[in-house]
């Protein structure tokens, strides 16, 4: 995370120190850099110039309409997986044009709207959906442009939660049947079949399980191609990993060095649909140390974040590295970071050796640029944190701080319960 760094015993993001940032906002709050948001959607586009391409970045990760503003500045779009993302997208500025919309799930309400945007492509998971995207399109009078996603059935040796490609995944239509929906999907008068998408699982550290998943589907797109199926668009997923702990996964330019033979050859448009990799290692979140703790058999150190603001450790035992903000010399003590939620499994770190840490002192937690903010919620009636884009020396406010009328929004004691005997 190079663009968190200390500097005087600070650590700054950029040219901010983050104490600055939460002195002015309080905490707890995440902190994005401009910077490292830019190199890495660069080092996409400079890894792929090879071929025509699009870099969808996954909104999931991170959805703030600034962080996709800045994408779209990099002519970035978008890969979008519900109408809250097509219109968070679309708020954005992005290019309906760069916009994919993904998901098992989607509704005609959610699939009408992306129609009448006017999105890039629709990648379908099941017949049932192409059907229903087939009468969504009949309706309004236009063609929806279609991929499906194929199920290579390779193993992404990740996390079991984010593998996606395997035969057990509620994701994907088998590789096996891939032919015969293809067939069913160019019968129907509304849909236009443009392309193809396979997505494999998320945080991969390895190339191999990316070549071998797209080998499958390149043998897939002669087989189309051989029935007379236009496929221009190949969508290759997104997944590559980051470094949270000692994690090594390849750069896109390992990953592209691997796989542009075969994306050459197809001579298809190769959209890309990276969402961790692109803000994971670009966001911090701060958070203020309450209490600490002295326990039977533990240290605690109790902080003013918790599992609705980061639920990966406590929902995937993820590894995030946490930082004082103030680089001292204690000796090191190993603790539990724990939030204020009434629930055990609230925890952002667990047996970690950190630098002795006093109430009131500020801790970094590293790497939540990406589903981060995005996995928060409201559990505890915890307002979310406010979130802030660093640029060089200044910072601005992109999300504010929730409020407690924010907690209320939309809620109406009815008038029954005021009235006596109720
Ligand atoms: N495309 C599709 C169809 C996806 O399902 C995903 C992620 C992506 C792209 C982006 O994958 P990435 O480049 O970020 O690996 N909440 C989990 C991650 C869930 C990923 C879901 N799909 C976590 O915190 O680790």
């Not at 503003?69 to 779009?77: A, T, Y």
């Not at 000796?331 to 109430?359: H, N, T, W, Y």
């Not at 981060?372 to 919620?377: C, D, E, N, W």
Request: with cysteine.
């Amino acid at each position: 995370m190079q663009d968190f760094q200390y500097q005087n015993g600070q650590l700054f993001c950029e040219g901010v120190a983050l104490s600055d940032i939460a002195q002015q906002v309080g905490t707890p709050f995440f902190a994005y850099s401009h910077r490292a948001l830019t190199r890495q959607i660069r080092a996409y586009k400079e890894a792929f110039s090879e071929v025509p391409h699009l870099i969808a970045f996954a909104v999931k990760a991170n959805a703030n309409i600034a962080v996709l503003k800045l994408f779209g500045n990099e002519s970035g779009g978008a890969d979008i997986v519900s109408g809250g993302e097509l219109y968070r997208a679309l708020a954005a500025g992005i290019d309906p044009q760069k916009l994919v919309f993904a998901g098992v799930g989607k509704t005609k309400e959610e699939m009408t709207a992306a129609l009448q945007a006017g999105i890039l492509m629709f990648n379908i998971e099941s017949s049932q959906e192409l059907i229903a995207l087939d009468e969504a399109a009949k309706t309004l009078g236009v063609q929806a442009p279609v991929a499906l996603r194929v199920n290579p059935n390779v193993n992404p040796e990740t996390h079991p939660y984010i593998s996606t490609g395997l035969k057990k995944s509620k994701f994907g239509i088998d590789i096996e049947k891939a032919v015969s929906e293809y067939q069913l999907a160019a019968r129907l008068s509304h849909i236009e079949v443009v392309g193809i998408h396979s997505h494999i699982g998320s945080q991969l550290t390895q190339v191999k399980p990316f070549v071998d998943a797209l080998q499958l589907i390149s043998d897939m797109i002669d087989r189309l191609r051989a029935q007379n199926l236009d496929i221009r668009h190949w969508d290759i997923g997104g997944g590559l990993g980051i470094t949270y702990d000692s994690e090594n996964p390849p750069l896109p330019k390992e990953m592209a060095d691997a796989i542009l033979p075969l994306l050459k050859k197809s001579g298809c448009n190769i959209i890309l649909e990276p969402g961790r990799s692109l803000a994971g290692n670009a966001g911090v979140l701060v958070t203020r140390v309450i209490y600490t703790k002295e326990g039977e058999a533990k240290s605690f150190v109790v902080v003013d974040a918790g599992m609705n603001d980061l639920i990966r450790p406590s929902l995937y035992q993820a590894y995030h590295a946490i930082r004082p903000i103030v680089e001292h010399s204690r000796p090191e003590k190993v603790v539990d970071v724990v939030g204020p939620i009434c629930e055990s499994g609230d925890f952002l770190a667990q047996e970690r050796a950190l630098p002795e840490m006093k109430s009131g002192e500020l801790l970094a937690v590293m790497s939540a640029g990406a589903y981060a903010f995005t996995m928060s919620s409201n559990y505890n009636a915890r307002p979310r944190p406010a979130e802030i884009l660093v640029h060089d020396t200044s910072f601005d406010i992109i999300r504010a701080r929730e409020t407690m009328d924010d907690l209320l929004r939309g809620e109406r004691i009815p008038e029954i319960l005021n009235t006596p005997g109720h």
